[in-house]
């Protein structure tokens, strides 16, 4: 299309204002070095938009004018990670973290101190955005780290988020796609002067930052959160796109001169007795932070070690959270109850007097079970100091004997169930008592709660008052009921209209077709979390071939142990089990293979180790392939290894792999034994 030579001189302009602008940007948020007023910055602002008003067909969706416009949603849609947003296990204190870099040390074979990568720990809301060719696609949270809400929108409305990134040196070109990671958060003054306009309003207040900038993110209307003040930090990456980079300092510099913002108190530590010293440092000055911090993240700062050492289950081996110590109150126990869960475990809660942590309101502690309580003599009518282990869950550290009356009452677990009257019974070996009825409704209700949970069959909006009421009236006994329900037989139970009714059998009808790995964790077999159950996937490939195995041939599988595969044996041997299963089948449930599962397991029971840069593969796409096929990757080479894999400058694992003569392969040769 033409342009008038007037047209041409406005269009110069309009890139010359972005251009500044997004300087402005960067030198406000990214390096906290502003070179011009507010009142300067708004006059350009307003020039970009009278000029885009005049010009509408200049607009484009990474100017900055258009951070806010987008109509309000009736709910937010998902998005998969293409590479999952790992979590990160936690280190509570100093020998945990020195056991981290111990067990990292003996990984990798290597008596050398190891260089890692030191940042504070912001507590907020995990995030990752999408550019594409420089410009911001996609926005979405974290989630359960490999699904997460579509806030692309309101990450639009967020200043210190570019919508475009502009690359260090014009001559080279930007990566094609880049996902990068970070934290939303709300500075402690904004979240104090939010709660004030609240309370004015007569609106619910937010309990701590992290709160408020997780609700202000997750509003279904941009310009809600494009009012309120919220910040970014950014620390990771994701998928990316004709671009390396050896270490992860080398990702957060080269974040800064995209113009991401990282934090300031990033620090290179030789050792883990430096990053001993920077903890300590950052613990003693964390409260005249702008923002909250719960703790802090070590990284190994190698991107080669870090391949080196993989992952564990949902969290990388390469890095650890250090929380802070927990902050305490003390308050009073004005009773104990006990909740059954699932399982049949009662489980003694402390009834608290209401006490403020942190900005969270605690008035219920959990005190394990009766060994827990004799342990540390707690009694009824006890004043007690209480805390948030790792900032989130509310423990009781120990009683305050000395402010004690004479009149605390000593605590005993019932000797019946106090939903069903049933025998409470404590297995031989186990801290645990439980109710022996099997038809206890806290079973019966704890178990489909487990079913419909995010991470089991996902069954949107079927909450536990929900499930109780279709328990009540009869509607559901097992699992498998749910996918018999009707929206009339739903119509007549409180609260439920006909909107509400139709939207609870369409997320049922919705959960259908799960994957193996799914549906076994939903069965809720004892002993059976997330992981396992994708481990049993993984080796047998069908839920035919797992309920003919037997308890040796679970036993013999790598991370399968004894009472796992007891457990296991015994839920797919019972009459029931099959009654169930069959159920499920009859009303129209499909487990599915995900696309690219290969069923076949000619590696089973084959042990590899990975060592170098693979130029076919990466690292986790490799596992997954190995792990497919029925084998099991390890950290470690030993005599019971059966293969190495070496990839490009192989480390210590390839001349350990020579010593004591384990099969070596090449590329191409771990290909055909793939193919095979």
Known sequence: MEHSEESKQFLQEIEHLRQEIHRHNTLYYVDDQPQISDAEYDRLMRRLQELETLHPEFITPDSPTQRVGAAPLEKFGTVTHSIPMLSLANAMDEEELREFDRRIKRTLGTEAEIEYVFEPKIDGLAI?????????AMGSTRGDGVTGENVTQNLKTIPSIPLRLFPP???????????????????????LVLNQERELADEP???????????????????????????????????????????????????????????????????????????????ETKDALPYEIDGTVVKVNSRHLQEELGTISRSPRWAIAFKFPARQETTKILDILVQVGRTGALTPVAVLEPVNIRGVQVSRATLHNQDEINRKDIRIGDTVVVQRAGDVIPEIVNVIESRRTGAEKAFAMPPR?????????????????????????????????????????????????????????????????????????????????DKS???????????????????????????????????LANYFGSLERLQAASEEELTAIYEIGPEVAKSVSQYFSNPGTAKLLQKFFDSGVEIVTPEGVVTRQHLTGKSFVLTGTLTTYTRDKAKDLIEKAGGRVVSSVSKKTDYVVAGRDPGSKFTKAQQLGVSILDEEEFQQLLQA
């Open 128 to 136: 990752e955005v999408v550019y594409e060719n420089g410009i911001f």
């Open 169 to 191: 040196d014009p001559a080279i070109p930007l990566p094609g796609k880049i996902e990068v990671r970070g934290e939303v958060y709300m500075e402690k003054i904004d979240f």
């Open 205 to 283: 207040l937010f309990a701590n930052p992290r709160n408020s900038a997780a609700g202000s993110l997750r509003q279904l209307d941009p310009a809600v959160t494009a009012k309120r003040p919220l910040k970014a930090f950014f620390y990771a990456i994701g998928a990316i796109e004709g671009a390396n980079f050896a270490t992860h300092w080398e990702i957060l510099t080269y974040f800064r001169t995209l113009g991401l913002r990282t934090n300031p108190l990033n620090k290179i530590c030789q050792g883990i007795e430096q990053v001993l010293e920077q903890y300590q440092y950052l613990n």
């Open 417 to 497: 169930c106090p939903v069903c009257q049933g025998e409470v019974v404590r297995p031989q070996d186990e801290a645990v008592h439980r109710c022996s009825n099997p038809d206890c409704p806290a079973k019966q209700i704890g178990n489909l709660e487990h079913f419909v949970s995010k991470r089991a069959l996902n069954i949107e909006g079927v909450s536990t008052k929900q499930i109780e009421a279709f328990v009540n009236n009869g509607l559901v006994r097992d699992a498998a009921d749910f996918y018999f329900l009707k929206k009339e037989q739903l119509l007549p139970l409180e609260r439920m209209a």
């Open 501 to 535: 009714a139709a939207n609870v059998i369409q997320a049922i009808a919705q959960s259908k077709r799960p994957t193996l790995s799914r549906f076994i964790y939903a069965l809720g077999i004892r002993h059976v979390g997330e992981h396992t159950a994708n481990v």
